[in-house]
């Protein structure tokens, strides 16, 4: 049995970030940093994890929907508090041990929580601090060693010295803890925190004192990797993390073989996949579970979000929510694919198309401004420019069928429920009411009138010479 757990903070208020949401579910690359965290311990082996919830702790319950155990902290009184909070669920995982993260920490990763794991187990430590040295170290718990470089204590930089604010390795607020020491050490806590005054909150990092006066082992483990420790506590912050993401997100596309030739604008999230020798061009975001074949072209100003995109798709300058794309399509430029639509292999359309809730068959193609809604439509269809299905009656909504190799006329209004056969004709101008049997033609317009020199029969107009 795994007798190892995470904990993970995320009951702070974040008062900088002035979020209406909680602060740990701001998000980077449109992922709430929480996920972030939680996946970074998931993927580093932790099944069993507790959430610290507080500020708006409703929305941060909801949003975690039963998958993980939470406690609240009614109180943020600061990071040792938070965990005296989650006593119980440390209680049960009295002989493992505890990995903390902070909840606003989203770059931490599975490799180096392993192995910090190793490293703690192996140099059988009560404690292991993750840290890393940045380049400016403002705001951060600072990791303060002997002249032989073993840990003393980590300082906020609120109570640091002028020499302490020097160092520049900090405490990523990532933590390995033998939990039935880090119990032990919660009183430790309390009590340094009730000597001194100034001392507003009840500090986790407190705990390392508390230890190495008991003579056990606290560690700071420095990685190679500084965006660890990266925290978020305000919105300039959080675009840093988002910048440090975004890179990392397309380097690994583009060492797996797609093409990014220009980066501006481009953001892809972090469950996108992508196939080789796709290319994306400027302006394009990828959100969300999205997948992309390979050799496509996406953008430029293209947003994809929750969608299957199949090989060789043109898509260019599209919006395409919750939809596939089959094989060879190609979008666009200025197309819209709402959700529920298959567009179908070798679709072709052009601007200013609209689909929802829409199947489209194989070859058919919808070259100019047309919005096909709720239509199941088949392979080979002939659209001309400017159709409409009129779906919706203004209070309920109804379906549109067109059979394969239709031929819908130039500005056809298609008023559903209705059926086009396969093979039939619409004439221009028709505003189908009635369903077209296979092979037909339906002319549904009112016939031309010539009324022969009818302009001559009348005075000249001013502008007639
Ligand atoms: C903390 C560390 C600091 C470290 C930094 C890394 C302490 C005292 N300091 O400082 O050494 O360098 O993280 O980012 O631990 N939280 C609660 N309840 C509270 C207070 C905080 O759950 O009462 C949560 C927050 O939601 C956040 C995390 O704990 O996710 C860290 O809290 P924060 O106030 O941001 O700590 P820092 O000042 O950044
Ligand atoms: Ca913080």
Not at 277 to 305: D, Q, V
Request: hydrophobic share 35%; net charge neutral; aromatic share 6%.
């Amino acid at each position: 049995m795994n007798l190892n757990c995470a904990l993970i903070l995320a009951a702070g208020e974040g008062t900088r970030m002035k979020a209406d949401c909680p602060k740990v579910l701001t998000e980077v690359l449109f992922k709430p940093m929480l996920d972030w965290v939680i996946d970074a311990a998931k993927q580093g082996g932790l099944d069993d994890i507790c959430v610290v919830t507080g500020h708006k702790h409703e929305i941060v319950e909801e949003h975690l929907a039963g998958k993980y155990n939470t406690v609240i902290q009614a109180e943020r009184l600061g990071t040792g508090h938070a965990v005296m909070q989650a006593k119980k669920f440390l209680e049960e995982h009295r002989f493992g041990n505890v990995l903390i993260l902070n909840g606003d920490a989203p770059l931490m990763d599975s490799n180096t929580i392993k192995s910090a794991y190793d490293y703690h187990t192996a140099k059988n430590n009560a404690v292991t601090i993750i840290s890393a040295k940045i380049p400016n170290p403002y705001g951060y718990g600072r990791i303060i060693r002997s002249k032989e470089g073993v840990l003393k204590k980590i300082v906020e930089e609120k109570e640091a010295t002028p020499v302490e604010k020097i160092v520049n390795e900090v405490n990523s607020g990532a933590y390995w803890f033998s939990c039935s020491v880090l119990l032990d050490a919660l009183q430790g806590i309390v009590e340094i925190h009730d000597k001194n005054e100034k001392q507003k909150e009840y500090y986790l990092t407190d705990a390392v004192e508390v230890i190495l006066k008991k003579g056990l082992n606290a560690v700071a483990y420095e990685t190679e990797s500084e965006d660890v420790v990266r925290g978020a506590n305000d919105r300039a912050q959080l675009q840093e993390l988002n910048e440090i993401a975004r890179r990392k997100v397309m380097r690994k596309h583009l060492i797996n073989g797609v093409s990014i030739p220009c980066a501006d604008g481009v953001i892809i999230g972090p469950e996108v996949e992508i196939g080789d020798n796709t290319e994306i061009l400027p302006g394009t975001i990828i959100k969300g579970k999205t997948t992309i074949g390979k050799r496509c072209n996406i953008g430029p100003n293209t947003l994809i979000e929750d969608s299957t995109i199949e090989s060789n798709v043109t898509l260019n300058s599209v919006q395409c929510f919750s939809s596939e794309v089959k094989k060879g399509a190609s979008i666009g430029p200025f197309s819209r694919i709402r959700p529920n639509c298959v567009i179908g292999e070798n679709v072709k359309t052009g601007n200013f198309v609209e689909f929802k809730n829409a199947n489209i068959g194989a070859a058919t193609s919808v070259a100019h401004l047309t919005y096909i809604g709720d239509a199941d439509v088949g392979s080979n269809v002939n659209f001309g420019c400017g159709c409409a299905t009129a779906n919706y009656t203004g209070k309920d909504k109804y379906r549109t069928t067109i059979g394969d190799n239709a031929f819908i006329g130039c500005d056809n209004c298609l008023v559903a429920p209705v059926k086009v056969g396969n093979n039939a004709y619409t004439a221009a101008g028709s505003v189908i009411t009635e369903d077209v049997p296979d092979d037909a033609l339906a002319l549904a317009r009112s016939k031309e009138i010539i009324k022969k020199d009818w302009v001559k029969s009348k005075k000249p107009y001013k502008w007639q010479k």
